[in-house]
């Protein structure tokens, strides 16, 4: 099967995935009576990270700690420039109190501690569970910030949420074979555009930062276009910053863990790329926090940075 099927049929994959994702996670959600960006914030986040996980443990223990690190690395740069950027410049995104509250705190203390993790050039088994035990937490706040937030809506909401059409069975069924199909064909993607990119002979490091993260990243950002087409932003900003944070402390907890010693993190991602990846989450507190929401101008911006980084990254490194 040629390169180009193969991620023509990854793509087609994504995109019915996504759909069935968004319809059993915003159904879900209802029936619930919790808040959409709750189940964005942790099941459909986690779902759309398996392709990392696997890829992170993969590349791990087959001694390409540069590509696991770059991939996850990259992939929280196209989360919150590429996909966040584009989601906002279609349609700017109202944020939740609880979005600046906890979920932004959280999403840029993690990007620095990974950021003075990796300074001594390597991730250890210490250091991937501590970033699981944080994980823990960070999942445990979630459910309790989503729990306040049942509590605190009107009766009414609820039982508008109670009269969703279907059945409980069928959302959940929505939602798994969603997942599934989505890491199916994100893993047919990701290893078209592998085979692409190792032709032209690219560094491991650059193919985790560019090919794989942009493909890995590829359910976040079709989820993330759907849900803003059809209305479900909370369910896509879930998504998008669930998947930041648990990219960083589970999946690249796991893949430390998974791999046989301690994890290399490439000089050129430690003085470059990781770098960027704080910058990038200490850069969103003003942007979001000014008027609680972020604009088109604002989108257009992340989208732009991104671009221009790619655009250095290729031209400098690849």
Do not use: Q
């Not at 959940?172 to 990119?197: E, H, K």
Request: proline content about 4%.
């Amino acid at each position: 099967m040629s390169t180009v099927l193969v991620m023509v049929l990854g793509l087609a994959a994504l995109v019915v995935g996504a759909e069935l994702l968004v319809r059993g996670g915003s159904g879900l959600a209802a029936r619930l009576g919790v808040a959409p960006i709750t189940i964005g914030l942790t099941v459909v986040a986690l779902g759309t990270s398996m392709p990392e996980l696997a890829i992170g443990i993969d590349a791990a223990r087959s001694d390409s700690g540069g590509l696991a690190v770059g991939n996850i690395i990259g992939t929280n740069l196209v989360n919150l420039l590429l996909i966040l950027g584009l989601s906002a410049a279609i349609r700017p995104i109202a944020l939740p109190s609880r979005t600046l509250r906890f979920d932004l705190p959280v999403i840029t203390a993690v990007a620095l501690v990974v950021f003075v993790m990796g300074r001594d050039g390597t991730l250890t088994s210490v250091e991937g569970t501590v970033l699981i035990v944080l994980g823990v937490a960070y999942t445990y706040g979630v459910l309790r910030a989503g729990r306040a937030d049942a509590a605190e809506r009107p009766a009414d909401t609820a039982a508008g949420s109670a009269a969703t059409t279907g059945s409980a069975a069928r959302d959940v069924l929505s939602l798994v074979i969603g997942l599934v199909v989505i890491v199916i064909g994100a893993d047919l993607l990701v290893s078209g555009a592998i085979d692409a990119a190792a032709s032209l002979g690219v560094s491991d490091a650059v193919i985790g930062l560019t090919v794989i993260a942009i493909g890995t990243s590829a359910p976040e950002l079709v989820t993330t276009l759907l849900s803003t087409f059809r209305g479900d932003r909370d369910l896509a900003l879930g998504n998008l910053i669930g998947s930041s944070v648990y990219n960083i402390v589970f999946i690249l907890g796991v893949t430390v863990l998974a791999a046989p010693g301690a994890v290399p993190v490439p000089d050129e991602v430690l003085t470059a790329d990781l770098v960027l990846m704080a910058v990038v989450a200490l850069a969103c507190v003003p942007v979001f926090v000014t008027g609680r929401r972020i604009s088109r101008p604002e989108g257009a911006l992340f989208v732009l940075a991104y671009v221009v980084y790619l655009g250095w990254l290729i031209a400098a490194r690849a």
